[in-house]
T-cell receptor, first 116, second 115 residues
Framework: DGGITQSPKYLFRKEGQNVTLSCEQN?????MYWYRQDPGQGLRLIYY???????QKGDIAEGYSVSREKKESFPLTVTSAQKNPTAFYLC???????????????FGPGTRLTVL | QKEVEQDPGPLSVPEGAIVSLNCTYS??????FMWYRQYSRKGPELLMY????GNKEDGRFTAQVDKSSKYISLFIRDSQPSDSATYLC???????????????FGKGTKLSVKP
């Protein structure tokens, strides 16, 4: 089955801890994205990557970091510098402009992060 | 003025009703318009994708784009309880902010279809 997987489904973090959220896709998509969703806030872009070994900050990148060492993987680290990390985190991917419609983003099932 | 406005609802309708969901936007550069359905505690699922103005139909769903009014709509015919979810509109422009493919989302409308 082709798709996007995120793990874990639920994650609990203590104050001052860094945690890493996993995102893997087997759709052969070039572009990958991380969003944060808060109640009543809609989706806000944290980071995105259009090709391997390259990524760009989104609207709310402070306190987060990413890497893109492989095409199929785009992990997100929530650092202790993120002051309000409790949220629902969504990973998405899309085909790059070079090969097709890049606007159609497909989402994973999400990770719910709670700070204790 | 926010870039994309969407009434959060909640919207409650009886089974079989026609549902109309809407978004307005301010950036005339937007050309790509999408509707996503999101069930509680799940990731959004792409429902409809349209480019520029016009209508697109897929089964019980019809998406309309009116670029002159900066207004998009999603119609659901013969609504079912399984349609109960939050519906998100999303849109983008080519090279928006220098970042191809970045979507701007509405906050979502919560729909409840009662049996």
């Amino acid at each position: 089955d082709g798709g996007i997987t995120q793990s874990p489904k639920y994650l609990f973090r203590k104050e001052g801890q860094n945690v890493t959220l996993s995102c893997e896709q087997n759709l052969n998509h070039d572009a990958m994205y991380w969003y944060r969703q808060d109640p009543g806030q809609g989706l806000r872009l944290i980071y995105y990557s259009q090709i391997v070994n390259d990524f760009q900050k989104g609207d709310i990148a402070e306190g987060y970091s990413v890497s893109r060492e492989k095409k199929e993987s785009f992990p997100l680290t929530v650092t202790s510098a993120q002051k309000n990390p409790t949220a629902f985190y969504l990973c998405a991917s899309s085909i790059d402009l070079a090969t097709g419609t890049y606007n159609e983003q497909f989402f994973g099932p999400g990770t719910r992060l709670t700070v204790l | 003025q926010k870039e994309v406005e969407q009434d959060p609802g909640p919207l409650s309708v009886p089974e079989g009703a026609i549902v109309s969901l809407n978004c307005t936007y301010s950036n005339s550069a937007f050309q790509y318009f999408m509707w996503y359905r999101q069930y509680s505690r799940k990731g959004p699922e792409l429902l409809m994708y349209t480019y520029s103005s016009g209508n697109k139909e897929d089964g019980r769903f019809t998406a309309q784009v009116d670029k002159s009014s900066k207004y998009i709509s999603l119609f659901i015919r013969d609504s079912q309880p399984s349609d109960s979810a939050t519906y998100l509109c999303a849109m983008s422009a080519e090279n928006y902010g220098g970042s191809q493919g970045n979507l701007i989302f509405g906050k979502g409308t919560k729909l409840s279809v009662k049996p």
